[in-house]
């Protein structure tokens, strides 16, 4: 399945509200080491001097502050109103996280990673990973989730889980697994399965 002394790499996705953190966290307390696409990225983003001054290029010098960290919040805004600047900085961002992943994959020496991103397919980083775990739930369960921990409507809600229902449409089936976390099938015993399954298959291929 993967390269010698190399990991076996799960791709754990999903849209807002689904739970893949908790995948993510369930996994993480086993022993496997979790790279958090979003917390990199930020982390990227403030200690890449190349990054900020592409983004100082693209989106205006105000996107980064005097003290050099970058102005999330005036950032968002311009590209959300831009589809072409978004595409660009997302360009620039997901191939530093692809080349960041290398290196993390390449010191790791336990027998599973996992890398979380809600947009594993449009970053390019299905192909890093060996096997897709899909975390999945009703969408009124995953709107009551969504609300519950953040600013949003259940309007706005709505409209990103439609709007992310592509990314999933994409993801290679020969290699993906749904995880469903609707707070009534068991969790824990899937995971465990999923997990036991792939470390065996590896050991014996």
Not at 1 to 22: E, H, L
Not at 145 to 150: D, F
Not at 162 to 187: K, V
């Amino acid at each position: 399945m993967c390269q010698p002394n190399r990991p076996i790499v799960i791709g754990v996705t999903g849209g807002i509200g689904a739970g893949k953190s908790v995948v993510c966290r369930v996994c993480a307390l086993r022993g496997i080491p979790l790279y958090d696409c979003d917390s990199r990225a930020r982390r990227i983003m403030e200690i890449s001097g190349e990054i900020r001054s592409a983004l100082r290029h693209l989106a205006g010098k105000e996107a980064i502050m005097p003290d050099g960290s970058v102005n999330r919040p005036l950032l968002a805004s311009v590209i959300f109103n831009d589809p072409v600047l978004r595409r660009e900085v997302n360009t620039l961002v997901h191939k530093a996280v692809r080349t960041d992943i290398e290196a993390w994959i390449d010191q790791m020496r336990a027998p599973v990673a996992i890398i979380e991103s809600a947009i594993l397919h449009s970053s390019g980083l299905d192909n890093m990973v060996d096997e897709i775990w899909l975390v999945s739930a009703p969408p009124e369960l995953r709107t009551a989730r969504a609300a519950a921990r953040s600013n949003l409507s259940e309007e706005q809600i709505s409209c990103r889980i439609s709007a992310q229902q592509g990314e999933f449409d994409n993801l290679d089936s020969s290699r993906l697994h749904i995880i469903l976390n609707d707070g009534m099938t068991p969790l824990l015993p899937r995971i465990d399965n999923l997990l036991h399954t792939l470390i065996n298959h590896n050991n014996n291929a």
